[in-house]
């Protein structure tokens, strides 16, 4: 017959055991560092967090995600690199940078290449870039999703665009890119490279006739207060790329892989609805603002920009995965 003292030393003993496998479980936790440059509020970021969350609890606790904003390990390339050489596991880069390694990424990054976000969010879900995404993996870094980035649009200063024909002899902002300059001569402006530090400016005195970003930089920036009109153009869908690294990958037991692979995938679909759940709040503050939406049919754009998506597409294989991402709209 068991004491009172018996059973409560029993009582703590087990206390303790469970309080020791809990701790066990902690150490042998080994950590995933993930390098982000946005802020701990992006869609992109609370995507990742989702995915740790689901990574640890369907492996027992065998990982735990620590992600890292605001450029706290350094910048795009920089974190691309550390997950190369494995000093970070994980990064959320642009696909840019992978073009450096494998140029077929450039057709995932094409203006015109996708219809609008639910044709992208296809393309990222459907399996087709698996075979794009798995040949980093000799560069010392594995694809294992992409993440949309938005849709750059058109907005303006004196009035919308609706046509090719609107974009005549306006001067429209772009990022310093070759492409885009190309790009903006087929929609029918001129892009003029510059600063995103000066937009504001440059419109307000009149150098600009507006810009093109997406939605969410647009109210953050306060650009409506100087180009009141948007244009939903959506000529750019630049993805934004999950990346591993392919030794840390290959650590995992092939179950593990397997279920960070899954979850990476569904974690696309959370993120393509944060998104756009941000940009509706985006375009709330923006037209209490003033600023006013338009859609734009946009076929007549992709007709002008085609010869730039052809000059564009070089390789059997970017021609290939061109095919396979239009077959899709």
Known sequence: MLTKTTFKRLALCSVLSGLLSVSSLAHAAKEIKAAFNQSDKHPQYLALKELGDKLAQQTGGRYQLNIFPNELLGDQRAALELVQNGAVQ?????????????????????PYIYSGPAHQEKVFTSGVLDPLFASTSRFGFTVLTAYTAGARSMYTKAGPVNTPADMKGKKIRVMQSDTMLKMLTCM????????????????????????ENNEITYADLKQ?????????????????????????????????QETLRKLAKEST?????????QIEQAKKVAEEKGAKFNEVNIQPFQENCKGLQTELVKTPEQKALYEKVVALQ
Do not use: C
């Not at 690294?245 to 092939?254: P, R």
């Not at 679909?269 to 759940?277: D, N, P, Q």
């Open 269 to 277: 679909l959370t993120e393509f609805r944060l998104w756009a759940e």
């Open 90 to 110: 994980m990064a959320v880069v642009a696909n840019p940078l992978a073009e450096n390694y494998d140029k077929t990424f450039t057709v995932i990054g094409l």
């Open 224 to 256: 409506y207060e100087v180009a009141p009109y948007f244009s939903a153009t959506r000529h750019l869908m630049v993805p934004d790329l999950v990346v591993v690294s392919t030794d840390f990958l290959e650590s995992m037991s092939k179950q593990d």
């Open 188 to 211: 029918g402006g001129t892009g003029v490279p510059m600063s995103q530090s000066e937009v504001y400016t440059a419109i307000q005195q009149g150098v600009l006739d507006g810009a």
